[in-house]
């Protein structure tokens, strides 16, 4: 397997996981209280958001890969 068609695949790949969740989401710690021994804690979750155009773009790089890998052999 040429090293052009394991990229476009794995890019097909990104770009439907990148449909299908469409954000990254993550969770975090902050100190709310530091006095002395007391110590409080809260956990936030953020999300990253991946536009569906991210998704789009990567998908579609993927298949054009493929397409020119497929028409030099």
Same mark, same amino acid.
């Given at each position: $397997?040429?090293? @052009?068609?394991?990229?476009?695949?794995?890019?097909?790949?990104? !770009?439907?996981?990148?449909?299908?969740?469409? !954000?990254?989401?993550?969770?975090? %710690?902050?100190?709310?209280?530091?006095?002395?021994?007391?110590? $409080?804690?809260?956990?936030?979750? %953020?999300?990253?958001?991946?536009?569906?155009?991210? !998704? !789009?773009? @990567?998908?579609?790089?993927?298949?054009?890969?493929?397409? $020119?890998?497929?028409?030099?052999?």
């Amino acid at each position: $397997m040429k090293i @052009t068609t394991i990229i476009a695949i794995i890019l097909i790949a990104i !770009g439907i996981v990148a449909f299908g969740y469409q !954000g990254i989401t993550y969770t975090t %710690r902050e100190k709310i209280v530091d006095i002395g021994s007391l110590e $409080m804690t809260a956990e936030k979750t %953020r999300t990253l958001p991946l536009p569906p155009i991210v !998704g !789009g773009l @990567t998908l579609a790089g993927g298949i054009v890969l493929l397409v $020119m890998g497929r028409k030099k052999e």
